[in-house]
């Protein structure tokens, strides 16, 4: 009963508010009214209109939904997860429709010699919905189209370690 308490006063104050439990059909207007304006809006690949909640460039979450003919948005979902990420696997994609797809990046690298310079770009999110991660989707030498894509570790959660700590 102690700590039902605590979470119970916790739920009074924050009216279980969360983004992700936006009932499918919801006008956008709606939604923006409680959770604000989205951090993007945009034509998707298959013409539909697109928009994304973001926590980029720090924050390790984003929610993206398409809008119908009506202005309502069919479902509010997580997108910056394992599952969805892999899309990319599905047919070319260019960095517009990437940015249409996640939101915009946490940050964009170059990586490789000038001959093979590729373009990374960089989205925090938690790997397996645990680790603290960010994943690398890289876009070729040309930097046109996506090339490939990994998870890997967020070194703005590593520890600095020195001899002796281990």
Partial sequence: MRTLIPILFCAALTGCADIGHTPPDTPLATITAQFGAPTLQCTNRNGQQRVIWSQQPLGQYAWGGNLDAQGRVQAVTPILTDEHFEVLRQGTWTPEQVRCEFGPPAFIDQIGLPSVRQTVWNYRY??????????????????????????????????????GDF
């Fill in 126 to 163: 938690k790997q397996d919905h645990v680790w603290n991660s960010l994943m690398f989707v890289y876009f070729g030498h040309d930097g046109r189209h996506v090339t490939q894509f990994n998870p890997g570790p967020d070194p703005m959660y590593e520890h600095d370690r020195k001899f």
